[in-house]
């Protein structure tokens, strides 16, 4: 069956300090990768959408500069969240599909991050 | 652009009662909607999924039918047990375009 792993699953973080996460699909060609995050006492937000072969997109009020994403193959993708502070707490997760077969996302478990 | 309500906030029933949960959207494109449940400290899962107009779909004793002529996706049990009290979401999407819009959740209580 198709599984997308993420780690770390939690992490802690000093403000201004950097982490990375990582989204690993297995079963399936994750030809688009798309981030969320879940603030507390929010919905999901999208962060940035990534298929292969095309340029990255950001939504609205999410950049580049600050939520740098690889996307290096069909299996594999990684999201900084870079300078973090306390309003980028919050469940990050990555839902990726295969888009020639379903329209359905297939989320991992989440990165829950915490910056103190 | 795409939007999603649900009814938000808590629902709490007792065992063995029926549950609907309200998702209406807007989109101007053909829809793709979902229901996600998610438990505490776990990702969401998917749910339910449909695209076909009035046709109704089910799983885990969780039914819903997607009716484009109101714009609706509601959710629906007819007895609810302990073990379904979770957050649920319902996601729209369209075709040819990866991302889904979530509702804002709903939070189910199932007590005894």
């Known amino acids: 069956g198709a599984l997308v792993y993420q780690y770390p699953r939690r992490t802690i973080c000093k403000s201004g300090t950097s982490m990375r996460m990582e989204c690993q699909a297995v079963g399936f060609q994750a030809t688009s990768v798309a981030w969320y995050r879940q603030s507390p006492q929010k919905t999901f937000e999208l962060i940035a959408l990534?298929?292969?072969?095309?340029?990255?997109?950001?939504e609205q009020n999410f950049t580049q500069e600050k939520f740098p994403i690889s996307h290096p193959n069909l299996s594999f993708s990684s999201m900084t969240v870079l300078n973090a502070y306390l309003e980028d707490r919050g469940l990050y997760l990555c839902?990726?599909?295969?888009?020639?077969?379903?329209?359905?996302?297939?989320f991992g478990p989440g990165t829950r991050l915490t910056v103190l | 652009g795409d939007s999603v309500t649900q009814t938000e906030g808590l629902v709490t029933l007792t065992k063995g009662l029926p549950v609907m949960l309200n998702c209406t959207y807007q989109?101007?494109?053909?829809?793709?909607l979902f229901w996600y449940v998610q438990h505490l400290n776990e990702a969401p899962k998917l749910l339910l999924k449909s695209s076909t107009d009035n046709k109704r779909t089910e799983h885990q004793g969780f039914y819903a039918t997607l009716h484009k002529s109101s714009s609706s996706f509601h959710l629906q049990k007819s007895s609810v047990q302990l073990s379904d009290s979770a957050l649920y979401f319902c996601?729209?999407?369209?075709?040819?375009?990866?991302?889904?819009?979530f509702g804002k959740g709903t939070v189910l209580l199932v007590s005894p």
């Open positions: 839902g990726a599909r295969d888009q020639g077969l379903s329209y359905e996302q297939y």
């Open positions: 989109t101007t494109y053909s829809p793709f």
């Open positions: 996601a729209l999407s369209h075709s040819g375009y990866n991302k889904l819009t």
């Open positions: 990534s298929t292969v072969n095309s340029a990255i997109k950001y």
